[in-house]
Each structure stands twice: as C-alpha cells, then as structure tokens.
Nanobody
C-alpha cells in the first residue's frame, strides 16, 4: 500500500475542495481508509473513514453534512469532498489505510494509531 494525497489549496470560506488519495499498491478484502487533519501545534484528528468492501462510512461530528468520503474501485482511490468550508477546517490533511476488518475495528476507526499506512499530507487553507 502506497498512498498519495492531492487536491489541497487555498479557498475562501463557504467554498469547496476535493481531496484525493491514490493507492498505488495492492488492496485487500479487509481494508479501510480514513482522512485525518492536523493544525499547527495540535494533535492529528479524525475526519472521515470508509470501508473499502461495502462503502460504509463514518464522519467526525465537526464535518457531518459538509464533507463526503467516497471510494473509486477502478482508480483505487478515496476522495474527500469538502463543501461549505470554514476557517477552522484549515489544516494539513492526511489519508491513511488500515488492513483489517471494519466490523472488528468499528469503535477504533477514528484513532490514528491503528492505521498502518499514511500519505504525505496536503495543505488546506480556508480564508475568512
């Protein structure tokens, strides 16, 4: 698994961005991916996750209704559509992959420590 994140940039509040995370390696039947973000001086926090096999999703409360995570099996990638962006969404966004059962890890998918693989991060800056 090799992850490459892209799509960050500078936008005004209220606008949208779409992040993409491409996996250039193999995938697995039990595999899920997540997006996390980190602001300067703060811990890395969970944004959203998706189960590769059936598309089940989970979101942080702070982004529910604004962000959508999706997968593209053909492209072997996971996207994060971010709408109605707010200045507090400013952060470096990281995609991550975990080989394991979504069902078994259902209570832990929001924890960065369980993920095996990480992309390099992409900066998102939202101006007010």
């Amino acid at each position: 698994v090799q992850l490459q994140a892209s799509g960050g940039g500078l936008v005004q509040a209220g606008n949208s961005l779409r992040l993409s995370c491409a996996n250039s390696g193999r995938t697995f039947s039990n595999y899920f991916m997540g997006w996390f973000r980190q602001s300067p001086g703060k811990e890395r926090t969970f944004v959203a996750a998706i189960n590769w096999s059936d598309g089940s999703t989970i979101y942080a409360d702070s982004v529910k209704g604004r962000f959508t995570i999706s997968r593209d099996n053909a492209k072997n990638s996971v996207d994060l559509q971010m709408n109605n962006l707010k200045p507090e969404d400013t952060a470096v966004y990281y995609c991550a992959g975990k080989i394991g059962s979504w069902k078994i890890y259902s209570t832990e998918v929001s924890q960065a420590k369980i993920y095996n693989y990480w992309g390099q991060g992409t900066q998102v800056t939202v101006s007010s």
